[in-house]
């Protein structure tokens, strides 16, 4: 059976877990707490040199990293991928958005606020009005799209909205104020009314 090496709080391992419940792909979860350096033993970064996870391992060997890429991976030939060129070019056009101007600044601050020991998060508060404002510029670019549409990619849910509710949906751990995008937070539940939706406390 794949073995998912993910990390439970992190909403990159997260739109993993979901894309796998929601498109039923079986496998066996390993958890590596936050901060516990388990990425960087020699043992995981003969799996993966970028010493991160998500990690994909399967039976022969094989390993696949980056989440986006776990997600196109799971989801091929499921109704999670658009079926027209147009709409799966745009699905990967929102994917990338995602990891280039909203991961770096939603993420990082809930990580800085959430997770981070108080002397750490001290430390790093500096930065915090140049992240959330970043951050909200993503959000606004998500909240212009998405007061026109339902979803991000075509006419349906795709792996373009589980990328971006991923981290947007704990948006609020990082300081960012979700009633200011109300087209947003129609479409965060919207996302998770879908079938076989888990929040991410849950592994399964």
Request: negative net charge; charged residues 25%; contains cysteine.
């Amino acid at each position: 059976m794949p073995l998912l090496h993910h990390m439970q709080v992190s909403g990159n391992s997260y739109k993993v877990r979901l894309c796998a419940r929601q498109v039923g792909f079986e496998c066996a979860l390993k958890d590596y707490p936050h901060d516990s350096g388990l990425t960087r033993t020699p043992e995981f970064l003969a799996k993966n040199p970028n010493g991160r996870v998500p990690l994909l391992e399967f039976e022969d060997g094989g390993c696949l990293a980056e989440s986006d890429a776990i997600l196109w991976y799971l989801a091929e030939e499921t109704p999670l991928v658009p079926a027209l060129a147009w709409d799966r070019a745009k699905c990967l056009e929102w994917m990338f958005f995602e990891q280039y101007s909203h991961e770096p600044y939603v993420a990082v601050t809930r990580n800085i606020m959430t997770y981070l020991p108080k002397e750490e998060r001290a430390k790093r508060a500096h930065a915090l009005p140049d992240l959330i404002a970043r951050g909200n510029a993503a959000l606004g670019v998500m909240e212009t799209h998405l007061a026109k549409n339902e979803w991000f990619a075509g006419v349906r849910y795709s792996i373009a909205d589980i990328a971006l509710y991923a981290y947007t949906h704990v948006a609020n751990e990082g300081g960012y104020d979700l009633t200011k995008h109300p087209a947003v937070s129609r479409w965060l539940k919207r996302v998770a009314e879908q079938p076989g939706h888990i929040p991410i406390t849950e592994s399964w």
